[in-house]
């Protein structure tokens, strides 16, 4: 595909997508979680026999997700300090909100791009926290 970057060391995708498209100077991430490669386990997540989250650490998913997208970031020829527009999806906004603003808070002391969070009642994996990123390339 033209333009389309994965890179080796974060999560494969569940599905037709790449991790990342460049346009011009842009840099389009996919959807990015806190899913790990080549592991069906995921970082803060306790699940069921039938696959139903029974508990999770949104703090775990948060750090996890962030060093996903420095990942996809790497692989693309871009960096952390190069991202300009995030787009958050959290499936507890009361519960984790406080501890995710908390957290991105500490990722983002010297580059803060925009933002926009929203809260939604499922992710296609069993996962609390997704990140949609728009980044530049040098």
């Known amino acids: 595909m033209k333009n389309?970057?994965?890179s080796d060391k974060a999560p494969e995708p569940v599905g037709a997508y790449p991790?990342?498209?460049?346009?011009g100077n842009l840099l389009f991430l996919s959807?990015?979680?806190p899913r790990q490669r080549g592991s069906k386990e995921i970082p803060g997540v306790t699940l069921d026999a039938d696959?139903?989250?029974?508990?999770?650490?949104?703090a775990t998913q948060c750090h996890s997700v962030f060093n996903n997208?420095?990942?996809?970031?790497?692989?693309?020829?871009?960096k952390w300090e190069n991202l300009v527009d995030v787009t958050v999806f959290l499936t507890?906004?009361?519960?984790?909100?406080?501890?995710?603003?908390?957290?991105?808070?500490?990722?983002?002391?010297?580059?803060?791009?925009?933002?926009?969070?929203?809260?939604?009642?499922?992710?296609?994996?069993?996962?609390?926290?997704?990140?949609?990123?728009?980044?530049?390339?040098d």
């Open 19 to 23: 991790h990342a498209r460049k346009v």
């Open 69 to 78: 997208v420095k990942l996809i970031l790497e692989a693309s020829g871009s």
């Open 4 to 6: 389309a970057i994965s």
């Open 51 to 58: 696959g139903n989250i029974v508990a999770y650490d949104i």
């Open 31 to 33: 959807g990015v979680g």
């Open 92 to 137: 507890n906004m009361k519960g984790d909100f406080a501890t995710f603003n908390k957290i991105y808070a500490e990722y983002f002391k010297e580059n803060q791009p925009c933002r926009t969070t929203v809260e939604i009642n499922a992710l296609p994996t069993p996962i609390a926290i997704e990140l949609k990123c728009i980044a530049t390339i």
